[in-house]
Nanobody, 115 residues
Framework: QVQFVESGGGLVQAGGSLRLSCVAT????????IGWFRRTPPGDQHELVA????????IYADSAKGRFTISRENSKNTVYLQMDSLKPEDTAVYYC????????WGQGTQVTVSS
């Protein structure tokens, strides 16, 4: 059973930065593409923000390009999301998961960007 523990969210003013972290349990982290998702009320759908391969090749949603940077430390089963130039529309709960075979979702971490 894979579990994800996300952290690093908070309240920040527009234009500010946050760095999110996610630790995954299990032995397959280093072999799987992993991504950051976000969910904004009232919808239930998780929006894919960015993904990174085991070899550290990254893909970003248009909304994240040029502002967010995804990275990973395979030795620590950890994926990061550096978020710069934050906008109020980035306000959401952020989650990590494996996009190709989604596991149970963690609690996520709340990011709130004030204008």
């Amino acid at each position: 059973q894979v579990q994800f523990v996300e952290s690093g969210g908070g309240l920040v003013q527009a234009g500010g930065s946050l760095r999110l972290s996610c630790v995954a349990t299990g032995s397959t982290f280093s072999t799987r593409r992993i991504g950051w998702f976000r969910r904004t009320p009232p919808g239930d759908q998780h929006e894919l923000v960015a993904t990174i391969t085991p070899g550290k090749s990254a893909i970003y949603a248009d909304s994240a390009k040029g502002r967010f940077t995804i990275s990973r430390e395979n030795s620590k089963n950890t994926v990061y999301l550096q978020m710069d130039s934050l906008k109020p529309e980035d306000t959401a709960v952020y989650y990590c998961n494996y996009p190709l075979q989604v596991e149970d979702w963690g609690q996520g971490t709340q990011v709130t960007v004030s204008s």
